[in-house]
């Protein structure tokens, strides 16, 4: 493990600095994902609070005890597992495809999970329903399918994301939502998951 340790760090020095991307805007909610890759398949609850210049994102057993917590802010990204120890990467995908398995596009994905584009991707094909939410959308190597709760034009935010690469699959389905989230406290940031919103 130690060995292992010291080649993530060693890896991480040699990256270059991260690029500026656009932020999406915040948010914080609380659903479900299971993952298949490489034969395999993950699943777990998820807790992801997306603030201006930090996320905080817990995977979680069905009891709601913290499997991993992911930090990701200007200084790069950090892995905390249930033994408390941890791996630090450039960003949350370098970090979760060595530490993981697969890749937790994050930078994206805080777009696509409020129905939007990612403002800096490579759009390859776009297809919206009669209220102009997104059905369907491909951007960066990702076949992102889209359903609502309702057909009520202003449910805006999906309640399940079906993502796909050529590696791997993702499925999120949100069960709560908060929109109002100012951020969280990085003073405070640790394994065990803040209360649900409201």
Same mark, same amino acid.
């Given at each position: 493990m130690v060995a292992a340790v010291s080649a993530l760090a060693g890896c991480a020095a040699l990256e270059p600095? +991260?690029?500026? *991307?656009?932020?999406a805007p915040a948010f914080d909610l609380v659903g479900r994902m299971a993952v298949t890759h490489d034969? =395999?398949?993950f699943s777990s609850g998820v807790r992801w609070q997306h603030a201006a210049e930090r996320d905080e994102i817990w995977l979680l057993?069905? *009891?709601? !005890?913290?499997?991993?917590h992911i930090v990701d802010d200007a200084e790069g990204a950090v892995i905390t597992g249930s $033994? +408390?120890?941890q791996y630090r990467a450039r960003d949350v995908e370098a970090l979760t495809r060595r530490t993981l398995g697969w890749e937790l596009p994050v930078a994206r994905l805080a777009w696509w999970v =409020?129905? /939007?584009?990612?403002? $800096?991707g490579v759009i390859e094909e776009v297809a919206r329903d009669p209220q102009g939410r997104l059905l369907r959308l491909q951007q960066d190597g990702w076949d992102i399918n889209y359903v609502y709760r309702s057909h009520d034009s202003a449910d805006r935010?999906? !309640?399940? *994301? $079906?993502l796909k690469s050529e590696s791997q699959s993702i499925r999120l389905v949100i $069960?709560?939502?908060? !929109? /109002?989230?100012v951020g969280p406290d990085p003073t405070k940031s640790n394994l065990a998951p803040p209360i649900d919103p409201e």
């Open positions: 600095a +991260r690029p500026v *991307l656009p932020r034969g =395999r398949a057993t069905p *009891l709601g !005890q913290a499997l991993a $033994d +408390r120890r =409020r129905g /939007d584009i990612a403002t $800096d935010l999906p !309640q399940r *994301l $079906d $069960d709560t939502w908060r !929109q /109002d989230f």
